[in-house]
């Protein structure tokens, strides 16, 4: 009986499940499903239809309301487009899910709090299946290139163009883009394999698809030729190239790549000699290929420059000393492959820059060429920065001829590059941003792949770009359009690029988008740099205080190296500034030696690189949220958000309500200098704010005028009698902070709370504060002596509680106190006769 009952709920769960609902892009958007009742054939309302569109094409198929709204209905007001979207996501959930129950959770189309989404377990998109089967049949190897077959299915999956009713709406622009983008690639891949096999006209039907879309690639050019010149048809090879030249002159102003004309000089010949066929993939030659090649003639001028192993100064600077604690992250970087691009991520003084130049190092002494350019913060972005400096460090070390003629085969080259010569006659040099328009930019553009092209040769070429965070727009474009092109024509691995990029800043979102796409299409990967680990962060301690020839005892060298573990967490630059700084001030032994975040205010600012560097992140921000990191800063720690936004109505100026508060603490964290933590107060976990970084706390703070530091803890000394007036330890810290005579009443309670729970340690710092802050009344002074002394005894320091005893039984002596002096003396004797 219960078995069958159990059976019986089984089956009425299965039936409860929902079926697959499956969107249809290509061809026109259709909405079927697997199973369960049919879809109209009609939307009730076209705005329903639009909103699973969106939801359809966008990256992680997710988006905010606001985004929606914003889209959907630019010009209405925000309470006239928020109705509009509750009125299209009612009718989308009914159309998807005729069945829906009222006011239940729909089964496709769900509503995470702002968020919009396509639930993914039950939501099958077929762009999204075009694009995994493309990636992995261009991933696959057999012999020369990817195998036939996932090719073609891949192929199949493209069925028909991308919502053709909404050509022209932007939001489908990029989706559109990249699937094309794809599809290209798919389709030379094929050709090239059906060249291998000997299919030439099944590979020439292939590479046709491709001009007929794109008529200026020449690397459809070039295995249309081969193909020709494979059975003999050297007619029909010369006029492709006519073709090519006319297309690549007509659209792009540039002359055929080495490898086309190669091909050309074979169909002319009366005797065709070796086989006609380039290499393909991942060794094919630097010129054949699609956004790979060189303009005629400047190999030859170039010459012995190809392949060079000329390190840049930036390398020779960086890449000397120990890389500490980064020896399999750099044979993963030196030996990684695959993608054209690798992103290595970090905050800053993370040692991503080091880690990039070791890299370098290693593979210029494979024979690569490097080539190394950065985007410089303090100077502000210039166009193409990062690609100028690179290309302008090697031209300037070639001889004059070879920039002439670089410059008259390349004149779009020109504006851009100092170090090029403008050739007799031509036309003066305009400003390298003067190339704004859409077609310029593509001549620059191509005339800087054709450039990269040559300068690899056959050892292949790195290029660093260091600190693309700071780099312009423009920068982005052009390393976004080499990563394809080099992909699509399989240099992928002949041409590599190496890009630092912070993590702990945001980047501006169309540039966040162009680095999104590059890793969602395959054409870039992000490997993390970590944190050092202790043992690393130790050596590197060490050999940084090496040539300052500090010599401390081991158990101060150890103490000293625990507060810089501390306070730099394995950062490498905060580990090495600080390490300096250490020992440069002297004596470790008289700092605090306070366990939190609070004790390092004492020991003064940061040192003067970490200082400069967040510094600058400070300024950056709006003056709100700066002031609101400000507050954070003098918490001492992780701040409950209660207390900050208590403090911001009551305790800044101007007071800041807790709406504009709260705006202020999100672009704080938005750009990694704060971050959301769990904190515990009265036994309760609340939401809480602290730095990302201690050394980011010690600098906000450092940066703080005296008035400010005493007005911050005078607020955070109310806000904590308002919110947790039993928390004594805080308040003795912010009342001893904000000068307020409060402070020894509360010290002394922390220091009994402290003994009380047998930390003598954190006592003995409470008595010690609190004894000159009591100087002046010798009644209360001899009664912290009494008690200090006992902790000094019960804790075997029996010399420093005779120094503090007889000091109190003097206090006792002035303030005429004598039953406080006959304990101090018994408290004295006791000492006296244990030492």
Not at 316 to 334: I, K, M, P, Q
Not at 513 to 532: E, H, S
Not at 557 to 576: I, M, Q
Request: aromatic share 4%; with cysteine; proline share 6%.
């Amino acid at each position: 009986m219960n078995v069958a009952r159990r059976d019986e709920d089984a089956r009425q769960n299965d039936d409860r499940t929902p079926p697959l609902l499956r969107l249809r892009l290509f061809g026109g958007f259709r909405a079927e499903r697997d199973g369960g009742p049919g879809l109209p054939g009609r939307w009730p309302r076209p705005s329903a239809r639009t909103l699973v569109k969106l939801l359809a094409v966008v990256p992680g198929h997710s988006l905010h309301r606001e985004q929606v709204q914003e889209i959907c209905w630019p010009n209405a007001t925000p309470q006239a487009a928020a109705s509009s979207l509750r009125v299209a996501l009612h009718a989308a959930r009914h159309a998807l899910e005729p069945e829906i129950a009222p006011r239940a959770a729909s089964s496709y189309l769900l509503s995470d709090g702002t968020l919009l989404r396509l639930d993914p377990r039950r939501v099958r998109i077929d762009a999204d299946e075009a694009e995994r089967l493309s990636l992995a049949a261009l991933a696959g190897t057999d012999g020369d290139g990817p195998p036939a077959d996932p090719l073609v299915a891949a192929l199949a999956a493209y069925d028909g163009e991308l919502l053709p009713e909404d050509r022209y709406a932007p939001w489908a622009e990029r989706r559109r883009a990249e699937l094309a983008a794809l599809r290209l690639r798919v389709l030379l891949a094929l050709a090239e394999r059906r060249l291998v096999d000997g299919a030439y006209e099944e590979a020439s039907a292939a590479a046709g698809q491709v001009l007929a879309e794109t008529p200026a690639e020449e690397r459809a050019h070039q295995l249309l030729m081969t193909a020709s010149l494979e059975q003999g048809l050297r007619a029909r090879a010369v006029h492709q190239y006519e073709r090519c030249r006319a297309a690549l002159a007509g659209e792009l102003g540039i002359a055929p790549a080495p490898e086309t004309e190669r091909l050309r000089r074979l169909a002319v010949r009366a005797d065709p000699g070796p086989r006609a066929r380039p290499r393909t993939g991942a060794g094919a030659d630097a010129g054949a290929g699609a956004g790979s090649r060189a303009g005629a003639g400047v190999g030859a001028g170039v010459g012995a420059g190809v392949g060079e192993t000329i390190l840049p100064s930036a390398v020779r600077t960086l890449a000397s000393g120990t890389l500490h604690g980064r020896d399999a992250l750099l044979r993963t970087v030196v030996t990684a492959t695959g993608h054209p691009v690798l992103l290595l991520v970090g905050e800053a003084g993370i040692g991503k820059t080091r880690l990039a130049a070791q890299a370098a190092r290693r593979l210029a002494g494979s024979g690569a060429t490097v080539l190394w350019g950065a985007a410089h913060e303090a100077e502000g972005p210039t166009p193409y920065g990062p690609f100028v400096e690179a290309l302008d460090g090697w031209l300037a070390r070639r001889p004059r001829s070879d920039r002439t003629r670089i410059g008259t085969l390349c004149p779009e080259l020109v504006p851009l590059l100092p170090s090029l010569d403008r050739p007799a006659g031509g036309a003066p040099r305009r400003p390298a941003g003067a190339a704004d328009d859409g077609e310029a930019r593509a001549r620059l553009f191509h005339g800087v792949e054709r450039l990269l092209t040559e300068i690899g040769g056959d050892g292949g070429l790195v290029v660093v770009l260091d600190d693309l965070h700071a780099a312009d727009a423009g920068t982005h474009h052009l390393l976004a359009r080499l990563a394809r092109r080099f992909a699509a024509a399989g240099d992928g691995s002949r041409c590599r690029f190496l890009v630092t990029l912070r993590d702990d800043e945001p980047l501006p979102e169309a540039d966040r988008l162009r680095v999104d796409g590059l890793v969602r299409a395959g054409l870039a990967a992000r490997l993390a740099v970590p944190p050092l680990s202790r043992r690393d962060a130790l050596a590197l301690v060490r050999e940084a205080r090496a040539p300052l020839g500090r010599g401390t005892g081991d158990r101060e060298a150890e103490r000293e190296f625990d507060r810089v573990w501390r306070l730099s967490l394995g950062n490498p630059l905060f580990t090495v500034e600080l390490a300096r700084a250490g020992a440069a001030d002297g004596d470790a032994s008289t700092m605090d030696r306070g366990g939190d975040e609070r004790g390092d205010d004492e020991r003064g600012d940061a040192p003067e690189g970490v200082r400069q560097l967040v510094a600058r992140r400070l300024l950056r921000l709006d003056p709100r949220a700066r002031r609101m990191a400000e507050v954070v800063a003098a918490a001492g720690g992780t701040a409950p958000l209660a207390e900050v936004l208590d403090i911001a109505r009551t305790g800044v100026h101007p007071p800041l309500p807790p709406a504009e508060a709260t705006a202020a603490l999100e672009e704080a964290v938005a750009a990694s200098l704060l971050t959301e933590r769990q904190v515990t107060v009265a036994g309760r976990n609340v939401t809480g704010l602290a730095f990302r970084h201690p050394l980011l706390r010690l600098t906000c703070y450092g940066l703080l005028t005296r008035l400010r530091r005493l007005g911050l803890h005078a607020a955070w000394s109310d806000a904590l009698l308002r919110h947790r007036p039993d928390d004594v330890d805080a308040l003795a810290w912010h009342l001893l902070r904000a000068e307020d005579p409060r402070a020894s009443e509360y010290l002394r309670r922390a220091a009994e709370r402290a003994a009380a729970l047998y930390a003598n340690e954190d006592a003995d710092a409470y008595y010690r504060r609190l004894t000159p802050l009591v100087a002046a009344d010798p009644a209360r002074a001899a009664e912290v002596g009494l008690d200090h002394g006992a902790l000094l005894q019960r804790m075997s320091r029996v010399e420093d509680a005779t120094g503090v005893l007889y000091a109190a039984l003097d206090a006792a002596d002035r303030a005429g106190a004598g039953s406080t002096a006959v304990a101090v003396t018994a408290r004295l004797a006791e000492a006296l006769i244990r030492a």
